[in-house]
């Protein structure tokens, strides 16, 4: 019997081979998120691992060469006039591999994700074949290897060069004149962006989206360039996320009164019905819009509430810090006024305000407040910096009941467990002073000159009471029994007994006097 023409392939083999036969760097048609394997719970790829549709690399590259981007980038620029003084078939060329470096860089995109040439090729073929030339360049085969492979020669041969088709006219563009004050009048401020364009391709579909439907605009790149604001936590070296809004370079002022006039700031919930006209009516980016509570703001006033909300911000740090200082206490005896006649008449000696009995409200004088702290330090490195003050003292080292601390801050509530800890913790800092050089340094150093050390100070009077109001009932009782029951607290259980026997005889002797 005759062989079949064909041979049988096990499946684990088929599938190797159709892998095998798979770019790893073709983007796929939508961005998703990485893949995880439930199974074992680990993540089979890495998260950061940027995913482009074909549409999103041509808006990258297009960003890339736009007028913006010619004026701000001086090396660019150059190099584009540069190649403007060639002849004319080889005019405005530029190496495609050199403006991806510039259109993937905002996107902090390594090599090893980057898209390949041929990818960007036919994305810009695909969508901005109106607005870019691509061509190849071909050499013979024998060049490449008269250069070794560690030459960077040998990578350059070959490969595209891309050219914007305007480029006889670039000279003479008018942005070449423009100056900051001029882009930034043509910046406007967008908020409320719809979630799912929270990237600057995404940004930048969504606007023209808006603007799909808008009569007689023959501008071909509206979007001249994206900024997404920083966090004031973030390093110099992060990314920035869009959180949301952004500042948007538009081409011309229409069309940023276009946006301006038809979700102004003060109306977030839906488009102004009278200056509407010019946008896309009934289209998924309208709709979406309308949903999120789209709204936008010249950026000029966005720059006057930024430094209205940076000075309020200063304002109310400045006042917690105050809020904290001790307050001044008058220790002459003849600003006191005389105590009162039933004062006087009661001959039975009450105990001090100051001690903490088993009926006071809260524990006095367990509440320090710690300033000058690292802004990125946390709850257990202070913890085992502060205990370590009670080492060489005869109280607990597991005083600290409670950090009342939050991330971010420079400044912290320690609850202590007696009042003692208070001042053991207060006089170590104050005659050895140091300061946190990280974060997650827990043992501290001595301060530079322009440095400030770690400060402490007992909280008492109102705005102890204050703080411990706020502490739920079931905590401040616990504080309290525990600031009784301290052994190192200078507060024994005879003096709360008798505390308690001056309390029930005080109320027997108003009891008798009423009846």
Not at 39 to 58: C, F, R, T
Not at 299 to 322: F, G, P, S, T
Not at 329 to 334: C, G, I, Y
């Given at each position: 019997?005759?062989?079949?023409?064909?041979?049988?392939?096990?499946?684990?083999?088929?599938?190797?081979?159709?892998q095998?036969?798979?770019?790893?760097?073709?983007?796929?048609?939508?961005?998703?998120?990485?893949?995880?394997?439930?199974?074992?719970?680990?993540?089979?790829?890495?998260?950061?691992?940027?995913?482009?549709?074909?549409?999103?690399?041509?808006?990258?590259?297009?960003?890339?060469?736009?007028?913006?981007?010619?004026?701000?980038?001086?090396?660019?620029?150059?190099?584009?006039?540069?190649?403007?003084?060639?002849?004319?078939?080889?005019?405005?060329?530029?190496?495609?591999?050199?403006?991806?470096?510039?259109?993937?860089?905002?996107?902090s995109?390594?090599?090893?994700y980057?898209?390949?040439?041929?990818?960007?090729?036919?994305?810009?073929?695909?969508?901005?074949?109106?607005?870019?030339?691509?061509?190849?360049?071909?050499?013979?085969?024998?060049?490449?290897?008269?250069?070794?492979?560690?030459?960077?020669?040998?990578?350059?041969?070959?490969?595209?060069?891309?050219r914007?088709?305007?480029?006889?006219?670039?000279?003479?563009?008018?942005?070449?004149?423009?100056?900051?004050?001029?882009?930034?009048?043509?910046?406007?401020?967008?908020?409320?962006?719809?979630?799912?364009?929270?990237?600057?391709?995404?940004?930048?579909?969504?606007?023209?989206?808006?603007?799909?439907?808008?009569?007689?605009?023959?501008?071909?790149?509206?979007?001249?360039?994206?900024?997404?604001?920083?966090?004031?936590?973030?390093?110099?070296?992060?990314?920035?996320?869009?959180?949301?809004?952004?500042?948007?370079?538009?081409?011309?002022?229409?069309?940023?009164?276009?946006?301006?006039?038809?979700?102004?700031?003060?109306?977030?919930?839906?488009?102004?019905?009278?200056?509407?006209?010019?946008?896309?009516?009934?289209?998924?980016?309208?709709?979406?819009?309308?949903?999120?509570?789209?709204?936008?703001?010249?950026?000029?006033?966005?720059?006057?509430?930024?430094?209205?909300?940076?000075?309020?911000?200063?304002?109310?740090?400045?006042?917690?810090?105050?809020?904290?200082?001790?307050?001044?206490?008058?220790?002459?005896s003849?600003?006191?006024?005389?105590?009162?006649?039933?004062?006087?008449?009661?001959?039975?000696?009450?105990?001090?305000?100051?001690?903490?009995?088993?009926?006071?409200?809260?524990?006095?004088?367990?509440?320090?407040?710690?300033?000058?702290?690292?802004?990125e330090?946390?709850?257990?490195?202070?913890?085992?910096?502060?205990?370590?003050?009670?080492?060489?003292?005869?109280?607990?080292?597991?005083?600290?009941?409670?950090?009342?601390?939050?991330?971010?801050?420079?400044?912290?509530?320690?609850?202590?467990?007696?009042?003692?800890?208070?001042?053991?913790?207060?006089?170590?800092?104050?005659?050895?002073?140091?300061?946190?050089?990280?974060?997650?340094d827990?043992?501290?150093?001595?301060?530079?000159?322009?440095?400030?050390?770690?400060?402490?100070e007992?909280?008492?009077?109102?705005k102890?009471?204050?703080?411990?109001?706020?502490?739920?009932?079931?905590?401040?009782?616990?504080?309290?029994?525990?600031?009784?029951?301290?052994?190192n607290?200078?507060?024994?259980?005879?003096?709360?007994?008798?505390?308690?026997?001056?309390?029930?005889?005080?109320?027997?002797?108003?009891?008798?006097?009423?009846?």
């Amino acid at each position: 019997m005759a062989s079949p023409s064909f041979a049988f392939i096990p499946r684990n083999i088929s599938k190797g081979r159709r892998q095998q036969g798979t770019s790893a760097h073709v983007p796929s048609s939508h961005p998703g998120p990485s893949v995880i394997d439930k199974g074992k719970g680990k993540v089979s790829e890495p998260l950061a691992k940027p995913v482009y549709n074909e549409q999103d690399i041509s808006i990258l590259v297009v960003l890339a060469f736009s007028d913006y981007a010619l004026w701000v980038d001086s090396d660019l620029r150059r190099k584009t006039e540069e190649s403007l003084q060639r002849e004319e078939h080889d005019a405005g060329f530029l190496p495609l591999s050199y403006l991806m470096r510039r259109a993937f860089g905002k996107e902090s995109v390594s090599q090893e994700y980057m898209p390949t040439e041929a990818n960007v090729v036919k994305a810009i073929r695909s969508h901005a074949g109106d607005m870019l030339e691509v061509r190849m360049l071909v050499s013979a085969p024998s060049a490449s290897a008269w250069y070794p492979s560690w030459k960077p020669e040998r990578s350059s041969v070959g490969g595209y060069e891309v050219r914007r088709k305007d480029w006889s006219s670039l000279l003479d563009n008018v942005t070449r004149e423009f100056t900051r004050s001029k882009w930034d009048d043509l910046t406007i401020y967008m908020e409320n962006i719809p979630a799912q364009y929270h990237t600057i391709p995404g940004i930048i579909r969504f606007a023209q989206g808006l603007l799909s439907q808008r009569p007689g605009s023959s501008a071909p790149v509206p979007i001249q360039n994206v900024t997404l604001p920083p966090h004031h936590l973030d390093k110099s070296e992060d990314r920035p996320k869009c959180k949301g809004f952004a500042l948007v370079t538009l081409c011309n002022t229409e069309l940023c009164q276009i946006f301006l006039e038809s979700w102004p700031w003060t109306r977030p919930s839906q488009p102004s019905g009278s200056a509407s006209v010019g946008l896309a009516e009934d289209n998924l980016e309208t709709n979406e819009a309308t949903k999120f509570g789209f709204r936008t703001l010249p950026k000029a006033r966005w720059d006057q509430l930024n430094e209205e909300y940076l000075a309020y911000r200063q304002k109310l740090i400045n006042e917690l810090a105050n809020a904290n200082d001790p307050p001044d206490v008058l220790h002459d005896s003849d600003v006191l006024g005389p105590a009162p006649k039933d004062i006087l008449e009661d001959n039975v000696p009450t105990p001090p305000t100051n001690v903490t009995t088993m009926y006071s409200p809260y524990p006095f004088g367990c509440l320090v407040f710690v300033r000058n702290l690292h802004l990125e330090t946390n709850k257990t490195t202070l913890r085992t910096l502060f205990t370590a003050a009670f080492e060489s003292s005869p109280v607990d080292p597991t005083g600290i009941d409670y950090i009342d601390f939050s991330k971010g801050m420079d400044s912290c509530y320690l609850r202590l467990a007696s009042p003692e800890h208070g001042r053991v913790l207060v006089d170590r800092f104050s005659s050895q002073p140091v300061v946190q050089s990280r974060g997650l340094d827990d043992i501290g150093k001595t301060p530079g000159a322009s440095q400030k050390a770690i400060a402490m100070e007992i909280i008492e009077g109102k705005k102890e009471e204050v703080y411990w109001e706020k502490v739920p009932e079931k905590v401040r009782r616990q504080a309290v029994e525990k600031a009784v029951k301290a052994p190192n607290g200078k507060q024994s259980s005879a003096l709360a007994h008798t505390a308690h026997e001056h309390s029930e005889e005080s109320r027997l002797r108003k009891k008798r006097n009423r009846s």
